[in-house]
């Protein structure tokens, strides 16, 4: 039997969802304490990575019992009853919001056709406190009506390869669709929302770094717009830090719980 779960975290706490020598990611912590309930490890897989620091409000994880560990369980196989349990082993910077058996075909990464992300800036002389390791904290000149054209501009069908990390194995193409881009400001807090049939790495933080620079008048509209069209790898990119990204939730073609399979698109590697 398959178990989802819908996970959040706060990133300044790990080292990034995948498992890693040393431990301390969330992976780690989550395969922890589901080993601590069947009696041995088994390995969860997520819709997809995040790196140190960056947050999910809605990371979607999966994990596979054998009958025979699932019989052990006994009322612990219900998959209502994981989030409590899990949450008991977790720290409070780790939670399990929703538990569900998940159809035999669903698998977290593989079976999403798209994510949204979100990023959060702060554009005034002072961060508050609460916002620490939240937020990027902007100030001086930011010119919000060119940041505002330059999400506009990064909506469609375009070759990212000018804004991906080379994390030593490159995805066939760099091809993706941003369905939706949106620019949000309330006085001081300003947010870029991405939704995409998938992202590569580090691309949303290279994005918002290479949209903020113009914006600070630090560097030419055109730059951007080249770096956008010419599909290419790109000198001395400017990529904004880790805090300020929160992976929202992975998107499923068609309604994905107890008896739906849903879509197989992948979405390929991680924005952050």
Known sequence: MKIRLLVAYDGTAFRGWQSQRGGETVQDRLEAAVAGIVGERVVLHGSGRTDAGVHALGQTVHFELKPDQAGRLGRMSEAGRWGAALNAA??????????????????????ATGKIYRYELWHAPVLPPHLYRRAWHLHGELDRRLLRELVALVQG??????????????????????????????????????????????????????????????????????????????PTPAMAPAEGLY???????KKVGTKDVGGAGAVGESAA
Request: aromatic content about 10%.
């Open 90 to 111: 977790l720290p409070p910077e780790l939670r399990v919001l929703r538990a569900t058996r998940a159809a035999s075909g669903f698998h977290a990464r593989f079976s």
């Open 157 to 234: 069908r375009h070759d990212f390869r000018g804004f991906c990390a080379d994390s030593g194995s490159l995805p066939e193409s760099t091809v993706r669709t941003i369905r939706r881009a949106l620019f949000r400001e309330r006085g001081t807090d300003l947010s870029i929302t991405f939704e995409g049939d998938g992202f590569l790495y580090r691309m949303v933080r290279m994005l918002v770094g290479g949209m903020v620079r113009v914006a600070q008048g630090k560097e030419d509209r055109d730059v951007f717009a080249r770096r956008l069209a010419a599909g290419k790898p790109w």
């Open 247 to 253: 992976l929202v939730r992975a998107l499923y073609g």
